[in-house]
């Protein structure tokens, strides 16, 4: 038996996916396509010799009946309309990230599935699949460095093409959000945005670095740099600090070189090859799942905590002030998906 998955939107993360399920993951195809750009979903078709058909649109991909899953990639105002469809279908809809462009569409979507009585949402968090943050979450879960009290944290990108407005905090910063309340089993109570010295290096008008103050439940403090036009590579650091010591994120293995005076290690510049491998994993984990009737990933209950946030940063940095994050309470039918959050 195979998963047959239904790929809405073709565009580079859409045939980043359909290229792993179809030539490196096991247990599915893509069975249909669609794209507002139907040619480039027909090259996508022919390139990677799918056997799938080209639909019109997405809802048709959701209804097609050969269709068991959708995998949701087209443009981020898309994602809300096409998540609703798969849950009205009934179908297990592995989305990219954002779930919804708003914390309401979030909900929405949240209040869909659990009046659906069965979880069908996964949002495309990747980096809770990275070896590097999984070996991290190992020691901090088993106490290594005693209960964590601060994390420290950079978000570094050699440039930022196409990002405009708030996109440092709501398109880059997000994946800091998800990984760091799964990291340390918590959630963010409040945030805060300091904006230092903009660099001239950023496209006009666009504020770059942020640094944002998270504080959660239990008390932590995580304190992130956001710097998308630094310049010299993708760069992403995590430190924690706990009461006992310090556990860091491990850099992306590269050779060191010694030569000429020099000790030397290279330094990624695309944000794809420090994740490649995370998407695999994904993935893979997403189909393996789906195929046993499970959804253990990030959820939309995950999707909706994200998009509170990212509103709280964003209003955080209009007002100067520090904004209180407010969640209702996480459904019962979240429990069992999603255990990690303490009491
Ligand atoms: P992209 O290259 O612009 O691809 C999006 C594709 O969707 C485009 O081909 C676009 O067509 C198409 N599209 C737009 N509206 C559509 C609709 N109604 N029906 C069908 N197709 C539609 O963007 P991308 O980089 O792949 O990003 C796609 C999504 O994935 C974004 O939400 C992004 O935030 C997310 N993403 C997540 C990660 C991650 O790390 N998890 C990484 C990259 C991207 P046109 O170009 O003709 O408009």
């Known amino acids: 038996m195979v998963l047959k998955i239904g790929v809405i939107g073709t565009g580079a993360i859409g045939q980043d996916h359909i290229r792993r399920i179809t030539h490196s993951l096991t247990g599915a195809e893509i069975v249909a396509v669609t794209d507002v750009n139907k040619e480039q979903a027909y090259t996508v078709v022919e390139r990677e010799n799918l056997n799938a058909k080209v639909y019109e649109n997405g809802h048709d991909v ?17 994602h809300e309309e096409f998540v609703l469809a798969s849950i009205a279908a009934g179908k297990p809809v592995f989305c990219e990230k954002p779930l919804a462009t708003t914390a309401e569409g979030c909900k929405k979507i949240v209040d869909a599935e659990i009046a659906h009585g069965k979880p069908l949402v996964q949002v495309g968090f990747m980096r809770r699949y990275d070896k590097s943050y999984r070996q991290l979450k190992k020691v901090v879960d088993a106490g290594k460095v005693g209960d964590p009290l601060m994390v420290h944290c950079a978000h570094r990108a050699p440039s930022a093409p196409g990002f405009s407005g708030d996109m440092a905090l709501t398109d880059a910063f997000v994946h800091e959000i998800d990984v760091l309340r799964w990291l340390l089993n918590d959630d963010y109570v409040s945030a805060q945005v300091i904006l230092p010295r903009n660099t001239r290096l950023a496209d006009k008008g666009l504020q770059d670095p942020h640094i944002v103050l998270l504080e959660t439940k239990q008390g932590i403090r995580i304190d992130t740099e956001i710097f998308v036009n ?4 993708y760069d992403i650091q995590c430190q924690v600090v706990g009461e006992t010591g310090t556990a860091n994120l491990p850099e992306p293995s590269s050779v060191t070189i010694r030569s000429e005076t020099k000790l030397s290690t290279d330094i990624l510049v695309d944000w794809k090859d420090r994740f490649i491998d995370s998407y695999d994993v994904e993935l893979q984990e997403w189909i393996n799942s789906t195929m046993k009737g499970e959804m253990n990933g990030p959820s939309a209950w995950d999707g909706y905590v994200v998009a509170v946030t990212a509103d709280a940063c964003v209003k955080a940095k209009e007002t100067g002030g520090i904004v209180p994050i407010e969640m209702p309470e996480r459904p019962a039918f979240y429990d069992k998906l999603d255990a990690f959050i303490k009491a």
Not at 62 to 78: L, R
Not at 230 to 233: A, M, R, S
């Open 62 to 78: 959701i209804e097609a009946d050969e269709v068991d899953a959708v995998i949701v990639t087209s443009w981020g105002p898309t």
């Open 230 to 233: 630094c310049q010299y590579g």
